[in-house]
């Protein structure tokens, strides 16, 4: 069975950085759509960012010029760089990727920015 598997969140002082990385875990065919939402306290799941096979790239307006999304195809791996926090930032981050037509999603991994 496939599984995204997430690691690299924590705790981050306003205008600091964070890597989240999320590994494919599990035999696919092809290199999947992958990509990042996040899920703030009484709000709405929202997309941060996503990146396709093809390599095109869509941001969530909150994070464009801050946040940049890439990919290790060979691994399976879709990292989140996470540049000039902010404490609106706050949220547990969610791995997804398009699996087989399916929406596969990770645990979620905590992101607190805060002096």
């Known amino acids: 069975q496939v599984q995204l598997v997430e690691s690299g969140g924590g705790l981050v002082q306003p205008g600091g950085s964070l890597r989240l990385s999320c590994t494919v875990s599990?035999?696919?065919?092809?290199?999947?759509?992958m990509g990042w939402y996040r899920q703030a306290p009484g709000k709405q799941r929202e997309l941060v960012a996503t990146i396709a096979d093809g390599g095109h790239i869509n941001y969530g307006d909150s994070v464009k010029d801050r946040f940049t999304i890439s990919r290790d195809k060979a691994r399976s791996t879709v990292y989140l760089q996470t540049n000039s926090a902010k404490p609106e930032d706050t949220a547990v981050y969610y791995c997804?990727?398009?699996?087989?037509?399916?929406?596969?999603w990770g645990q979620g991994t905590q992101v607190t920015v805060s002096s």
């Open positions: 997804w990727a398009k699996i087989l037509r399916r929406d596969v």
């Open positions: 599990g035999r696919i065919i092809s290199s999947p759509a």
